[in-house]
């Protein structure tokens, strides 16, 4: 970004001191708005493929979390005969000395939200809403 905005400076002063010595005001005005809106879709190209990969992090870190969190599970059930009642049963010691297998805010996605964790029988799901913060849509991430 430091790059950009040198870049951009460069072209204003360029634009406002008439580089080139020839050209006529109205010239260098509009050669000077060029440059302004090039430089700015340049920016807004950069911020929006930045944004996709922040997206695309934040869904591998919450994909990485949700494996961290069937581990802990794992881990609860073998310790204790029985699965987690829930997620927070993770954060919380099995005896009076124990620590939990898992830090209070383990149980938060990337966006913020927390993890939905269902049992059903000897099976469960660990679910995130995804980017949209909505559960049971087409972006969310499970087990």
Not at 17 to 42: L, M, P, R, Y
Not at 84 to 103: A, F
């Amino acid at each position: 970004m430091k790059r950009i905005f040198a870049l951009f400076c460069l072209v204003a002063v360029g634009a406002s001191i008439g580089c080139d010595g020839e050209s006529s005001s109205a010239d260098k005005d509009a050669q000077f708005k060029e440059d302004v809106h090039t430089i700015a879709d340049f920016i807004r190209a950069n911020e929006e493929r930045s944004d996709e990969m922040a997206s695309q992090a934040r869904v591998e870190t919450t994909g990485k979390a949700i494996e961290a969190l069937d581990q802990a599970v794992l881990i609860y059930q073998i310790k204790v005969g029985r699965l987690p009642m829930s997620l927070r049963d993770l954060t919380k010691g099995i005896n009076d000395d124990d620590e939990g297998l898992l830090k209070s805010n383990d149980v938060i996605d990337a966006w913020g939200n927390p993890f939905e964790y269902k049992v059903d029988g000897k099976k469960y799901t660990i679910r995130s809403a995804g980017p949209d913060g909505q559960m049971n849509t087409e972006d969310d991430i499970t087990n």
